[in-house]
């Protein structure tokens, strides 16, 4: 009897059959053809895609074509420019609500956290593990970890805050993450603690004016940080972010509809683009 894995590890599987229908996509392989590269039966593969995301395997996989990612830049662009015309940050008011943000000062960043206290720790979600860091001003790192990288994600966080007074606390990090993957967990914004260049900061507060279900390319977000001719700059700032899904740079793709990289796989960054465009569309 096939088992039915927790939803963090069910990561694995979507992500396994994300690369195999990129791979595969102009033949549109079969649900049947898909469950047996990932070592599943068509209808455990149907219950594992429709606990983990929501929606079909067939529905979730239309999302990941070069197609829909052509089309949801062009609705984007539509979207943002009517919601900033009218005084909006965005079409929704999401991370208004939910996401506030400060940067540190040169002086902050110079210190290397000296004097401040940072309780760190690891958490599942259902885009597998992450390693989150937290300052008494707010999320500093959320980083996806790999299985067996754990002793490396903590030794980096430890070298990037030498001074500081680094301390494990799971439990405070399981809080954030409730929050972060399901708004309804609580009622109080999340704050951020953002740590970049003058530039980098610049790009990743764009970020947070773009709401889930919409997507820029790097042409535009470049535009929109009065950049208009450093799309690669951009990239390079994105590369650069600490803070996974809240500072959404998994919503910047590329203008032919390629998904693009991310420093935490492209597999994910689809996914991720998959099931906000799913949610958003109410399906």
Known sequence: MERQPSLGKAYDTV???????????R???????????????????????????GISPKRFLQFLTKEHARALLRQSRDVLAT??????SGPGRLHDLMVACEAMTPGEVGALGEGLTLAFGFAPTPLGDVICGLTPRGVCLLQFVATGETAAAEA????????????????????VVRAMFDPLAGDRPIALLLRGTNFQLKVWEALLRIPAGCAVSYGDLAGRVGAPRAPRAVGTALA?????????CHRVIRESGEIGQYRWGSERKAALLACEAAARQGT
């Open 83 to 88: 919601s900033l015309e009218s005084g909006l």
């Open 15 to 25: 992500a396994a059959a994300i690369r195999f229908v990129r791979a595969q996509a």
């Open 27 to 53: 033949r549109q392989p079969s649900l049947d053809e898909v469950a047996a590269h990932v070592g599943l039966s068509g209808p455990h593969l149907q219950r594992v895609f429709s606990e983990w995301a």
């Open 240 to 248: 650069h972010n600490r803070i996974a899904v809240l500072v959404p």
């Open 156 to 175: 980096a966080l430890r070298a990037e805050w030498p001074k500081a007074a680094c301390v494990r606390d799971d439990a405070a990090v399981a809080g």
